[in-house]
């Protein structure tokens, strides 16, 4: 019996979650959420999660049951994500590791979501398309790494979300996304927007440029409502998404996709794939929002998968980073 308490803290959300051989026994979480018009800034978030971050610690040994006696491993998310939060979780995960006197993890976030995601759905070697805030990539598993074969070349398909959510002053709770995503099926007008796909990479900056210039104008002359633009939005961008994963998919002769991140919990988006995956005979598996949207036991599971392969951090290689490619860990946990 392992058990492995997670740390995550990478952005505007908190996390503490405990995983025991493959079961989640607690999980809570607090989001960082700011006014409409307005992002998150890397200081106030990690205010936000210091103020928060041990009731947050006390309840999930309490849901879970246990004590820290209890716990074989601390795991916390080394990267990447933006500085000022992750220094403000790693502090804390190394504190109760010596104090409890633990072995300690430094967990790879984007490995965090795939491991969360194959455990959760059971998929077993899906091409994984990594939907977030803060990254956009689509990755498959070969000899002992998580490849890269598609990702975003300028921001993240969530920050293009975000930031449009800013530009027509959407709410940011519990999430622009989730809003934008309510919004649009209200939507009757779909708004050509820039479609830019680069074999497999994708680019949203121009999407952006265009709704903070041309859509606005739009929308001050009755042309069309930001439901339509919130329709349109979502249409060319998942349309994008889905392409550059097929493509990872007949390349690698893939039969099942995995949607992991925040993006992921976007129903429209598990729609538009699943079309995909039918056409190709492929089965598609995705999450609810416990799971998909950054999160403790995402942090706790793949520390889970690295201890029982014999990684460990040792107090002097446990800073954070906030650039940490997914492509850079060796997964030794899997064949
Ligand atoms: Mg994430």
Same mark, same amino acid.
């Given at each position: 019996?392992?058990?492995?308490?997670?740390?995550?803290?990478?952005?505007? =959300?908190?996390?503490?979650?405990?995983?025991?051989?493959?079961?989640?026994?607690?999980?809570?979480?607090?989001?960082?959420?700011?006014?409409?018009?307005?992002?998150?800034?890397?200081?106030?978030?990690?205010?936000?999660?210091?103020?928060?971050?041990?009731?947050?610690?006390?309840?999930? /040994? #309490? &849901?879970?049951?246990?004590?820290?006696?209890?716990?074989?491993?601390?795991?916390?998310?080394?990267?990447?994500?933006?500085?000022?939060?992750?220094?403000?979780?790693?502090? @804390?995960?190394?504190? @109760?590791?010596?104090?409890?006197? =633990?072995?300690? /993890?430094?967990?790879?976030?984007?490995?965090?979501?795939?491991e969360m995601g194959r455990l959760i759905t059971g998929a077993t070697s899906p091409t994984v398309l990594y939907v977030s805030g803060g990254n956009t990539q689509v990755i498959a598993y070969s000899e002992h790494r998580y490849r890269i074969f598609g990702e975003t070349i300028d921001i993240a398909v969530?920050?293009?979300?975000?930031?449009?959510?800013?530009?027509?002053?959407?709410?940011?709770?519990?999430?622009?996304?989730?809003?934008?995503?309510?919004?649009?099926?209200?939507? =009757? =007008?779909?708004?050509?927007?820039?479609?830019?796909?680069?074999?497999?990479?994708?680019?949203?900056?121009?999407?952006?440029?265009?709704?903070?210039?041309?859509?606005?104008?739009?929308?001050?002359?009755?042309?069309?409502?930001?439901?339509?633009?919130?329709?349109?939005?979502?249409? #060319?961008?998942?349309?994008?998404?889905?392409?550059? #994963? &097929?493509?990872?998919?007949?390349?690698?002769?893939?039969?099942?996709?995995?949607?992991?991140?925040?993006?992921?919990?976007?129903?429209?988006?598990?729609?538009?794939?699943? #079309?995909?995956?039918?056409?190709?005979?492929?089965?598609?598996?995705?999450?609810?929002?416990r799971f998909c949207i950054d999160n403790g036991a995402m942090i706790a599971q793949a520390g889970w998968e690295m201890f029982r392969a014999g990684h460990r951090t040792p107090l002097s290689d446990s800073g954070v980073t906030q650039r940490y490619r997914t492509d850079e860990v060796e997964v030794t946990?899997?064949?």
């Amino acid at each position: 019996m392992l058990t492995v308490l997670g740390f995550e803290g990478s952005a505007n =959300k908190i996390g503490v979650g405990v995983v025991r051989d493959g079961v989640v026994l607690a999980n809570p979480r607090r989001t960082y959420v700011t006014p409409p018009g307005t992002g998150f800034l890397p200081g106030d978030t990690a205010r936000h999660h210091r103020a928060v971050i041990l009731d947050l610690l006390q309840e999930a /040994l #309490t &849901e879970a049951g246990i004590t820290s006696q209890d716990i074989d491993c601390v795991a916390f998310t080394k990267g990447p994500g933006m500085g000022a939060p992750l220094v403000s979780v790693a502090i @804390v995960a190394r504190t @109760v590791a010596q104090l409890w006197n =633990k072995p300690l /993890l430094g967990v790879n976030h984007c490995i965090g979501h795939i491991e969360m995601g194959r455990l959760i759905t059971g998929a077993t070697s899906p091409t994984v398309l990594y939907v977030s805030g803060g990254n956009t990539q689509v990755i498959a598993y070969s000899e002992h790494r998580y490849r890269i074969f598609g990702e975003t070349i300028d921001i993240a398909v969530g920050n293009c979300l975000d930031r449009f959510a800013r530009v027509l002053k959407i709410s940011n709770d519990p999430s622009p996304g989730y809003n934008i995503e309510q919004m649009a099926k209200r939507g =009757k =007008k779909l708004v050509e927007l820039p479609y830019t796909v680069k074999g497999m990479d994708v680019s949203f900056s121009g999407i952006l440029s265009f709704i903070e210039d041309a859509a606005q104008r739009m929308l001050a002359s009755g042309e069309c409502t930001p439901e339509d633009l919130c329709f349109s939005l979502q249409e #060319t961008v998942f349309a994008m998404l889905v392409e550059i #994963t &097929e493509r990872a998919m007949a390349h690698c002769g893939s039969q099942e996709a995995l949607i992991v991140g925040g993006v992921g919990c976007n129903i429209r988006l598990q729609e538009m794939m699943e #079309t995909m995956c039918q056409e190709r005979g492929a089965r598609l598996f995705a999450t609810d929002e416990r799971f998909c949207i950054d999160n403790g036991a995402m942090i706790a599971q793949a520390g889970w998968e690295m201890f029982r392969a014999g990684h460990r951090t040792p107090l002097s290689d446990s800073g954070v980073t906030q650039r940490y490619r997914t492509d850079e860990v060796e997964v030794t946990w899997r064949d």
